[in-house]
């Protein structure tokens, strides 16, 4: 019953996956802490991010540390914290990720969410059929690509690839999830059917950069 529960609780986080994308009417907010913190309950607020120095695979991504410096990943260029007004619009649960990276128009998006739900990094792989199923349940029109758990620096890391119907389109979605701190950490990158063919290269280069304390 745990299990259930918890897979309900990321499925109202990530509900946002299958609803339009249309770009909104505001605009991202500056980077910063508070814009972060009040966006949603976490286990812990994360800080200003960084942007560290390393090297990056493309013209197009930027290593930065986000949730405490806990998480290095590559995020788009140009991409900012999406403002609070904005996620609670896109994401109208009260669950939604506590970080968000979107573009200027707000259809490409990349969110965080460090929940309350506990696991150990050798059980995510029996996490990850109930998840699916509860995600085939949810979305019975989506297209899957992919589903597994690999290794990324050091880290088993669940791995959900798919496209799911929306109000007006169809929505790529990438979604990883890993152990943080013994809770669960689920990051999401999406975009419309229409972004997937330039997009999903280099979400698959943010996938492969994770690299997760």
Same mark, same amino acid.
Request: glycine share 2%.
């Given at each position: 019953?745990?299990k259930?529960?918890s897979?309900?609780? =990321? !499925? #109202?986080? !990530?509900?946002?996956?299958?609803? #339009? ?11 910063n ?5 009040d ?5 812990e607020a994360?800080?200003?991010?960084s ?10 991504l930027?290593a ?7 998480v290095e990943i590559? /995020?788009?260029? %140009?991409?900012?914290v999406?403002s609070?007004?904005?996620a ?11 970080? /968000?990276?979107?573009?200027?128009? %707000?259809?490409i998006?990349i969110?965080f969410s ?5 696991i150990?990094?050798? =059980? =995510?792989?029996?996490?990850k ?7 085939s349940?949810?979305y ?8 597994e758990?690999?290794?990324?620096n050091?880290?088993?890391?669940g ?8 109000a007006?389109?169809? /929505? ?15 990051t999401t990158?999406n975009?419309?059917?229409?972004q997937?063919e330039?997009w999903?290269p280099?979400?698959?280069? /943010?996938?492969m950069?994770y690299?997760?304390?």
């Amino acid at each position: 019953m745990k299990k259930l529960v918890s897979v309900a609780l =990321l !499925l #109202s986080m !990530l509900a946002v996956s299958a609803c #339009s994308n249309k770009p909104a009417d505001t605009k991202p907010a500056e980077q910063n802490a508070a814009q972060t913190t009040d966006a949603a309950k976490t286990t812990e607020a994360p800080k200003t991010d960084s942007t560290t120095p390393a090297a990056t695979t493309s013209d197009k991504l930027e290593a930065k540390k986000v949730l405490n410096d806990k998480v290095e990943i590559l /995020i788009p260029k %140009g991409f900012t914290v999406m403002s609070e007004e904005m996620a609670k619009a896109k994401y109208p649960m009260e669950n939604r990720p506590s970080l /968000i990276y979107t573009d200027e128009k %707000g259809t490409i998006n990349i969110a965080f969410s460090h929940t309350e739900t506990p696991i150990q990094d050798n =059980l =995510l792989k029996d996490m990850k059929d109930p998840m699916k199923q509860a995600f085939s349940n949810m979305y019975q029109g989506a297209t899957w690509y992919r589903d597994e758990v690999i290794q990324i620096n050091g880290k088993n890391v669940g791995v959900f690839e798919l496209l799911t119907p929306a109000a007006d389109t169809k /929505i790529y979605n990438l979604i990883f999830f890993t152990e943080l701190d013994g809770k669960m950490l689920m990051t999401t990158f999406n975009c419309t059917e229409a972004q997937m063919e330039e997009w999903k290269p280099l979400a698959q280069e /943010i996938l492969m950069s994770y690299k997760v304390q």
